[in-house]
T-cell receptor, first 112, second 109 residues
Framework: NAGVTQTPKFQVLKTGQSMTLQCAQDMNHNSMYWYRQDPGMGLRLIYYSASEGTTDKGEVPNGYNVSRLNKREFSLRLESAAPSQTSVYFC???????????FGQGTRLTVV | GQQVMQIPQYQHVQEGEDFTTYCNSSTTLSNIQWYKQRPGGHPVFLIQLVKSGEVKKQKRLTFQFGEAKKNSSLHITATQTTDVGTYFCAVPNDYKLSFGAGTTVTVRA
């Protein structure tokens, strides 16, 4: 049982480059989330999707876009990467909004 | 949205000792969740508390929800090296979960 799968696990980007972080869950969950984690700041919500077909901004959405491709997949796109986006990114899913969340392994992104 | 404060931010514990970490909110909470993240790992769900005054135990971990449902605590007895990591509380905030900044626990053998 894979749970939540994120790709890639590591990535180095140059300032201004774009990339998409992929996330897929196999638990038939309705809600999916993207968080970023920076030292001393806990987990901050970037975007979330309460159900298939909907997406909403979280606490720190600037510089990011998301796509809920289908019930399983929720991608995060950085259109023009900046050094401030250097972080660890976690995708998570839950059966219902605010329910028990299952996290992926994380993507460690460095923007130089 | 609801904010939660976790204290302490860091906890250095001698192996075998007990410690407690706290999560405090200025508003009444419908429920609270606790997660653990091992160094280099991802957050893993531990427990959810819903009822006022609720106490739940998982082996050496005791979770409590305050009577007013504004605070929660995690107490670990006889700390072991396997307890190393960061413990987060998370609370519903509009239509999403908001996480506290976490308590990072290190253990001296």
């Amino acid at each position: 049982n894979a749970g939540v799968t994120q790709t890639p696990k590591f990535q180095v980007l140059k300032t201004g480059q774009s990339m998409t972080l992929q996330c897929a869950q196999d638990m038939n969950h309705n809600s999916m989330y993207w968080y970023r984690q920076d030292p001393g700041m806990g987990l901050r919500l970037i975007y979330y999707s309460a159900s298939e077909g909907t997406t909403d901004k979280g606490e720190v959405p600037n510089g990011y876009n998301v796509s809920r491709l289908n019930k399983r997949e929720f991608s995060l796109r950085l259109e023009s990467a900046a050094p401030s986006q250097t972080s660890v990114y976690f995708c998570a899913s839950s059966e219902a909004i605010n329910g028990k969340a299952f996290f992926g392994q994380g993507t460690r992104l460095t923007v130089v | 949205g609801q904010q939660v404060m976790q204290i302490p931010q860091y906890q250095h514990v001698q192996e075998g000792e007990d410690f407690t970490t706290y999560c405090n909110s200025s508003t009444t909470l419908s429920n609270i969740q606790w997660y653990k993240q091992r160094p280099g790992g991802h957050p893993v769900f531990l427990i959810q508390l819903v009822k006022s005054g609720e106490v739940k135990k998982q082996k050496r971990l005791t979770f409590q929800f305050g009577e007013a449902k504004k605070n929660s605590s995690l107490h670990i007895t006889a700390t072991q090296t396997t307890d190393v990591g960061t413990y987060f509380c998370a609370v519903p905030n509009d239509y999403k979960l908001s996480f506290g900044a976490g308590t990072t626990v290190t253990v001296r053998a």
